[in-house]
Nanobody
Framework: QVQLVESGGGLVQPGGSLRLSCAAS????????MGWYRQAPGKERELVAT??????NYADSVKGRFTISRDNAKNMVYLQMNSLKPEDTAVYYC??????????WGQGTRVTVSS
């Protein structure tokens, strides 16, 4: 049974930083893609950043402020978020895609950017 456990969310002031972590366990196949998505109140879930085979992809709204990284040995993915803005407030979800297309989501971690 694959489990994704996220951590690192919280309340931060505008301009501040947070680091999200996601640990994947229980999978027997290789992980192809790891990524972060977010869902703000009243909005659809959107891509934030993904990493696959050494390449990364970012939403335009977070480019230059967020950095995704991955530890393949630990099956973990991180999201370093700097220069946070109120519009970054959302529940952030980790997503892992295994080979053959099997995908799993974490339970989400809330990020609130407010003074």
């Amino acid at each position: 049974q694959v489990q994704l456990v996220e951590s690192g969310g919280g309340l931060v002031q505008p301009g501040g930083s947070l680091r999200l972590s996601c640990a994947a366990s229980g999978g027997k196949l290789s992980i192809r893609t790891m990524g972060w998505y977010r869902q703000a109140p009243g909005k659809e879930r959107e891509l934030v950043a993904t990493t696959s085979s050494g390449s990364t992809n970012y939403a335009d709204s977070v480019k230059g402020r967020f950095t995704i990284s991955r530890d393949n040995a630990k099956n973990m993915v991180y999201l370093q978020m700097n220069s946070l803005k109120p519009e970054d407030t959302a529940v952030y979800y980790c997503k892992v895609v295994y080979v053959y297309g099997l995908e799993y989501w974490g339970q989400g971690t809330r990020v609130t950017v407010s003074s």
